[in-house]
């Protein structure tokens, strides 16, 4: 393939440009290493934080997933322990068997309706934080969740 003199004067120089910032980034590496240690390098912590910032997109999606997924169980679990209470009680009213309204049993149900109502709250100020302005800090988000619903 011919090419002429300006192109090839272009692809020298480029050629020339790309050796010198390769021997500047190679320079740059070793002051780097001598001087800080090999986790504090500034070229990698920037290389890290940029690796850092692609994913962290994926990351958010992944987190709202599992929180959803939460919520969903959440529900399906309440529907079916209170059906299932509602159930037991219509039965026990049908076969003549006392209804079992033991204190205990009232406890927990109370305890987990408490729980229930709980998350129910933490999701709502989730959600009207996430509308406001500014309010992108998924790492409050996911930490309140898990050491709240523990």
């Known amino acids: ?8 004067g ?15 980034h190679n320079r ?23 690796k850092i910032e692609e994913e962290m997109s994926s990351l958010k ?12 169980l959440i529900d399906k679990a309440r529907t079916l322990l209170v059906g299932n209470r509602t159930m037991l009680q219509r039965l026990q009213a049908s076969t003549g068997v006392p209804v079992n309204a033991a204190a205990a049993d009232d406890d927990v149900y109370e305890s987990f309706n408490q729980v229930i109502d709980e998350w129910a709250i933490q999701v709502k100020s989730r959600k009207e934080d996430e509308e406001e302005p500014g309010s992108n800090n998924i790492n409050q988000m996911l930490f309140s969740a898990i050491v709240q619903s523990n």
């Open 61 to 72: 999606d992944q987190c709202r997933e599992l929180l959803s997924a939460k919520q969903d």
């Open 28 to 50: 740059l590496n070793k002051e780097f290493q001598q001087i800080y240690p090999d986790r504090a390098n500034p070229m990698k912590l920037v290389e890290r934080l940029k």
């Open 10 to 24: 272009l692809l020298t120089m480029f050629s020339k440009a790309n050796r010198d910032l390769s021997a500047v």
């Open 1 to 8: 393939m011919e090419h002429n003199q300006a192109v090839d």
